[in-house]
């Protein structure tokens, strides 16, 4: 069987390697990889780009960027050398696309957090594109406002978006993040229209979740109409990979070649035998 328009994130399977996860996505069919920065650290990224290229695996993005906010001119700077890493080594991957986690500073109103985030893009987009890579703003969960991100939900990410008005600056949209949105089928289709659905991130959100961020849940076992969201985002002209990324203690201390099997058996069922090509 081959899923050519799944992906998976190499966090999601947080135990591997970023070679196993290389040669097990690909022995399964899978077509492609978002890569985790922690996935990669320390490694030779010209070896990683070869094995990559090696695996058959399209890479989409690398993982993540952004935490633009701080107290300080001081902090802010530093998080733009770090983004200029995060550049340099997505670059050095040839993966097109870097996503951003936009950070919130505890103490700074909502304004203050979103204007260095706005200014943050901005002065990252610029490199980012002398490098060929486009910059996915990622709205978070309402839960994660205090100090993860000041981008909360996809109609403040298509404002943001459209505010900066930069064609290397789009979105990624992650289901976890954006379900309980009561205009998310709205916002999705002005996403799309302004050019900004970049990506699309799949997985569950468990209403009894015990760990506020490693408490995801895969898909069909939470409380996301996942079918009704996947219709949406077609329907708004995507025709990208269904990226799962999930981060479970649970998961993560199972074997992971059989919760490689229940992603797989959870994606066909959910998202039908339509998206897995016989091969």
Same mark, same amino acid.
């Given at each position: 069987?081959?899923?050519?328009?799944?992906?998976?994130?190499?966090?999601?399977?947080?135990?591997?390697?970023? #070679?196993?996860?290389? =040669?097990? &996505?690909?022995?399964?069919?899978? @077509?492609?990889?978002?890569?985790?920065?922690?996935? %990669?650290?320390?490694?030779?990224?010209? $070896?990683? =780009?070869?094995?990559?290229?090696?695996? @058959?695996?399209?890479?989409?993005?690398?993982?993540?960027?952004?935490?633009?906010?701080?107290?300080?001119?001081?902090?802010?700077?530093?998080?733009?050398?770090?983004?200029?890493?995060?550049?340099?080594?997505?670059?050095?991957?040839?993966?097109?696309?870097?996503?951003?986690?936009?950070?919130?500073?505890?103490?700074?109103?909502?304004?203050?957090?979103?204007?260095?985030?706005?200014?943050?893009?901005?002065?990252?987009?610029?490199?980012?594109?002398?490098?060929?890579?486009?910059?996915? %703003?990622?709205?978070?969960?309402?839960? &994660?406002?205090?100090?993860?991100?000041?981008?909360?939900?996809?109609?403040?990410?298509?404002?943001?978006? @459209?505010?900066?008005?930069?064609?290397?600056?789009?979105?990624?949209?992650?289901?976890?993040?954006?379900?309980?949105?009561?205009?998310?089928?709205?916002?999705?289709? +002005?996403?799309?229209?302004?050019?900004?659905?970049?990506?699309?991130?799949?997985?569950?959100?468990?209403?009894? $979740?015990?760990?506020?961020?490693?408490?995801?849940?895969?898909? @069909?076992?939470?409380?996301?109409?996942? #079918?009704? %969201?996947?219709?949406?985002? =077609?329907?708004?002209?995507?025709?990208?990979?269904?990226?799962?990324?999930?981060?479970?203690?649970?998961?993560?201390?199972?074997?992971?070649?059989?919760?490689?099997?229940?992603?797989?058996?959870?994606?066909?069922? %959910?998202?039908?035998?339509? +998206?897995?090509?016989?091969?």
């Amino acid at each position: 069987m081959r899923y050519a328009n799944l992906a998976l994130h190499t966090f999601t399977n947080r135990p591997w390697s970023i #070679e196993e996860c290389l =040669r097990n &996505y690909s022995a399964r069919g899978i @077509g492609g990889i978002s890569i985790w920065r922690e996935t %990669i650290a320390g490694k030779d990224l010209a $070896q990683v =780009r070869r094995q990559l290229d090696d695996s @058959g695996l399209r890479g989409i993005s690398l993982v993540r960027g952004g935490f633009f906010t701080g107290a300080t001119a001081a902090s802010r700077d530093a998080a733009h050398e770090n983004n200029q890493r995060c550049i340099d080594e997505a670059a050095a991957l040839g993966l097109p696309m870097i996503v951003l986690v936009c950070g919130a500073t505890p103490g700074q109103t909502a304004r203050e957090n979103y204007l260095q985030i706005r200014d943050g893009i901005a002065r990252m987009a610029e490199p980012a594109a002398a490098a060929g890579i486009r910059l996915l %703003i990622e709205p978070l969960h309402p839960i &994660y406002a205090g100090d993860r991100s000041g981008i909360c939900s996809l109609r403040t990410a298509n404002d943001l978006a @459209g505010e900066l008005g930069l064609p290397n600056v789009g979105i990624a949209v992650d289901v976890y993040h954006v379900f309980w949105e009561v205009d998310l089928e709205e916002q999705l289709l +002005r996403c799309a229209a302004g050019g900004w659905l970049d990506a699309y991130h799949i997985c569950d959100f468990k209403p009894n $979740q015990d760990h506020v961020l490693f408490d995801r849940g895969l898909m @069909g076992e939470g409380c996301i109409n996942l #079918e009704a %969201i996947d219709g949406w985002v =077609r329907g708004a002209g995507f025709n990208g990979f269904a990226e799962v990324e999930i981060f479970s203690r649970h998961w993560w201390s199972q074997d992971q070649h059989q919760y490689l099997d229940r992603i797989l058996a959870a994606y066909e069922a %959910i998202y039908r035998a339509d +998206r897995a090509v016989e091969g």
